[in-house]
């Protein structure tokens, strides 16, 4: 069983960073791209960013210039560095690994519990 756990979120003034981790636990045989999401209370999951395996990486309109995807591929983990942040920017981001366990040959979306980011201005 394949699980994510994200970590690093926080309160954070304005103009201010925080880095967001994301680990994978369980037993992965591949990973074709990784992804932040965040959600605000009744609104739908946005996409922010993403990274392939093949190290391409995308960025949302609203975070681009602010935010840097990183993953380490041997450890299956996943990185956010977010710099300059809004009020905008509170949300609770979630990592999401399109994946394909050891013991199943489906490729799964699988998904973390999220982090609170909570920026002030």
């Known amino acids: 069983q394949v699980q994510l756990v994200e970590s690093g979120g926080g309160l954070v003034q304005a103009g201010g960073s925080l880095r967001l981790s994301c680990a994978a636990s369980?037993?992965?045989?591949?990973?074709?791209?990784m992804r932040w999401y965040r959600q605000t209370p009744g609104r739908a999951r946005d996409w922010v960013a993403i990274?392939?395996?093949?190290?391409?990486?995308v960025y949302s309109d609203a975070v681009k210039g602010r935010v840097t995807i990183s993953r380490d591929a041997t450890k299956n983990t996943l990185d956010l560095q977010m710099d300059s942040l809004k009020p905008e920017d509170t949300a609770r981001y979630y990592c999401?690994?399109?994946?394909?366990?050891?013991?199943?040959?489906?490729?799964?979306?699988?998904w973390g519990q999220g982090t609170q980011v909570t920026v002030s201005s």
């Open positions: 999401n690994f399109h994946a394909q366990s050891s013991s199943d040959s489906d490729w799964v979306n699988y």
């Open positions: 990274i392939t395996s093949g190290g391409t990486y």
């Open positions: 369980g037993s992965i045989a591949s990973i074709d791209a």
